[in-house]
């Protein structure tokens, strides 16, 4: 399709990325997480039959992940302003994704795809509305930084703002699926729970399974009860 998609993400670095993992999680097991949705969503977008994969990144990439994909450097700025910069560097239909949601599949953007390569698409932009109340992707047949910039992201309301701009902007708009992002750990075991024998999955499962040992292993005995006629 003639088509561009672009993941927003941050270089894994412990103490720069998913830094609210942290606790339960060291700051190394939180980049480590990090990395494995960065991957894990890189290796979906690869999938894509579209024209164009853009990785906009703050830092560098692996070299895994950046094959199959042109690697520009994020511009400074609020994440509304950044996420503006993309598309006003985009000449053909976009979609933009995040590095929180590594259970996002081509089906999840299929209705988008089925959508944008018929003659005439019902809708000029999509939103796939996260689960807090913020948004895991957004599509602009025709992308202009002004329908994303002034938006206030990371709100719970920052997916009905979205969607009331591109509505103020006489586009037509579709909804994604409602995903989770990965902002706790708690959200981290749900998707991995949706994405079993996976690579994220084994490694979530792993840490669960280490905290739950540790919990275990600091646990007081528990005190026996003092019977009647005991010597102590």
């Not at 509304?80 to 590594?102: H, K, N, Q, S």
């Not at 499962?205 to 739950?212: I, L």
Request: proline letters at 7%.
């Amino acid at each position: 399709m003639d088509l561009t998609v672009a993941v927003i993400a941050k270089q894994c670095m412990p103490g720069r990325v998913k830094t609210r993992l942290s606790p339960p999680l060291t700051t190394a097991q939180a980049a480590d997480l990090a990395q494995l949705s960065l991957t894990r969503t890189l290796d979906t977008v690869r999938r894509l039959p579209v024209r164009r994969r853009l990785l906009v990144m703050d830092g560098t990439p692996r070299n895994r992940d950046a094959q199959g994909f042109t690697v520009i450097g994020q511009s400074a700025g609020t994440l509304d302003e950044r996420l503006a910069e993309i598309c006003d560097f985009a000449e053909d239909p976009l979609v933009i994704l995040g590095m929180d949601t590594p259970q996002v599949s081509p089906l999840h953007l299929a209705a988008l795809l089925s959508d944008w390569s018929a003659g005439r698409p019902a809708h000029d932009a999509w939103l796939g509305p996260a689960d807090d109340g913020g948004f895991w992707a957004i599509a602009l047949l025709r992308p202009r930084g002004a329908l994303i910039r002034g938006v206030p992201m990371s709100t719970d309301r920052t997916g009905a703002r979205q969607l009331a701009r591109l509505t103020q902007h006489g586009l037509s708009t579709g909804l994604l699926p409602v995903l989770r992002d990965m902002d706790f750990f708690a959200d981290a075991i749900e998707i991995a729970g949706a994405i079993p024998g996976t690579a994220f999955a084994s490694a979530v499962f792993a840490v669960a399974a280490r905290q739950a040992g540790h919990a275990r292993l600091q646990a007081p005995e528990p005190a026996v009860p003092h019977r009647a006629g005991d010597r102590r």
